[in-house]
C-alpha cells in the first residue's frame, strides 16, 4: 500500500525548478536546501530572504493567474529557461501552501504582461484597474452591442501635450480614480464617444474624448487592425504610457508599450 | 424612600405586594434585557466588537460582548427589584445601609459603561490604525497603535473614575501635559506637510493648472505630470521634480503658454 505522500511523487519527479509561492518563513528554511531543483521564490515582497526572487505587483487571486506571472517573471529575470520543467507550490485555499503543480516553460507562450505590470511607469494596480474595466466592458458592451475604447495609462503630461480634446472634457475639475466605484459606469457612458481615456501614473482619470496625434512614422502594429490600434501603438512608441484597447470589430482587449503589441486578451475567457 | 402605604397597613398585604414587585421586576429585567440584545443585533453591534480584546474575553467564558450587556442590564434591573422589595416588606434591619448604596448604584454603572466602551473604542481605535499601517512595513510603527489605543483608555478610566468621585486632579494635569506636547510636536514636526495640504486642497479645488500644462514653480520648470494633496510631480526631460505644494504658494507659479 503506497502512502498519499508516494502517489504525488511523479508530479515533482524530474523537474529543473521549483517555484514558490509566498512561503512563510518556516517553510522557506525548509525548502531552500531541496535536491536536485533551483528555487525561486514568487510573492509581493521578499519577506523570506530568498535568494532568486520573482515579485508580484499584485496579489491575484487566481491561482492559475500567478503562476502564468510566476513563470514570465522568471522567464523575464533569467531564473528559467524555455523548456523547463517546473514544479510549482502555492497557497489556493489558505494563507500556507497547500498545493502543488507541474509546468512546462514554453517561452512562445511568453505574453509579456510580466514586463507590462512590473516596468511600467504607472503604477501595477492602475493598470490591473484599467485592465478589469475593458474586460467588463468588452464581455457587456454597451447596451448589448460591442464598443470599442481606447486607454492610455501614464505619463499622462506628455500625452496630453500629444493630443487635442474632441469635446468638452467630463473629467475636467474631478478627482476621480480608476478603480472607484462609480467610475465604472462613467467609464463605460463615455466610451459610446470616440476618443481615448487619458488616465495618470497614480490612475487619475485626466480626460476623455481626446484625439491623440503622436507621429505614427514607424510604428509597426499587425496588419489588420484598425485606427484605434494605430493611435494606441504610436502613442506608448512617443511616450512611456502604456495603451489599452478594446477592439470594437473582434472584442479583443489588446495591450501595447513602446510601440509594440505585448499583450491579447479574449473577455470571454475571464 | 417615601411611599405611602396608608392603603395597605396590614403586614401581609406588605409581603404579598413585595413579592408581586420582586416577580414584576424580574420579568422586566428579563424582557429589558431580551430587546436590550435585539436591539444590540439590530445595529451591528456583536459585527462591530468583532475581534477587540473585550468580544474574546466574552468568547472565553462562552459567551458575547451583546449577551454580556444584556445580561448585565438585566441584572442591573433584578437588583433594583430586589431592592425595592425588601423596602417594601420593610424586611430591612436599618434604613442607613441601603440608600448610600442605591444611591451610588447609577455612578457605578455609568462608571462600567464609561469603561466598557472606553475599552471597546480602543481596541477599535488599535484596529483601525494598525490596519491602516499595515502596508507601511517599518517595525516601529507598531507602537503607534498601542499609544492610540492606551490614549482612548486613559481617557476613559479619567471619565469613569470621576464619575464614581475620585479625586483625578493630577491625572487630568497628566493628560494636559499629554495631549499638549502631542499637539505641539505634530505642530513642528509636520509643518511643512500641514501647509503643503493646505495649498494642496487649494489647487485640487480651484486648479490654477493640470496635467498636462506647462508650468515653471521656483527654478524648475517642466509638465505637470500629477497633483495630490501634497505634492506636485514636475517633469522635463526625463527629470521629474516633486515639489511640496507649500512651495507652490511660498514662490508663485507660473504657467507657461505658448
Redesign the interface.
Known sequence: MARPPELLEDVLDGIDTLLVFSPSGAYYDRVKDVEGADVVVVAT?NSVGAETFVELPLAFDDVKERIRFGIEGALTEGAIEDGDELGCAAPLFGDDIDMVARTKVDESRHSGIYDLFANSRAEPGVIRDVFEVAIELGQKGQKGKPVGALFVVG???????KSRPLSYNPFE?S?VHVGDPIVNVMLKEFSRLDGAF?I???G?I?SAYRYLEPSAEGTDIPKGLGARHMAAGAITRDTTAVAIVLSESDGLVRAFKGGELVLELDPEEY | MQVDFSPVLDPDFRYVLAVAVLFAGLALGYLIGRVNERLLLALDVDKAVEGTSIERMAHDIGASTVSLVARLTSWIIYAFAVLVALEVARLTVQDAVWYPIVGFLPSVVIAVAVLFFGVLAGDKAELFVSERLRSV?VPEMSVLPKAVKYSVLFVAALVALSQVGVAIDALLVLLAAYVGALIIFTAVATHQLLTSAASGAYL?LR?PY???DRVAIGEHEG????V?VFVTRV?DDGREYVLPNHLVFKRGVVVVRE
Open positions: 515582497e505619463d499622462a503630461g506628455k500625452v496630453m501635450n475639475k478627482h487619458v495618470s501614473d497614480s487619475k485626466v | 512595513k485640487l486648479q493640470g496635467i498636462g509638465i505637470v505630470q500629477e495630490n517633469e
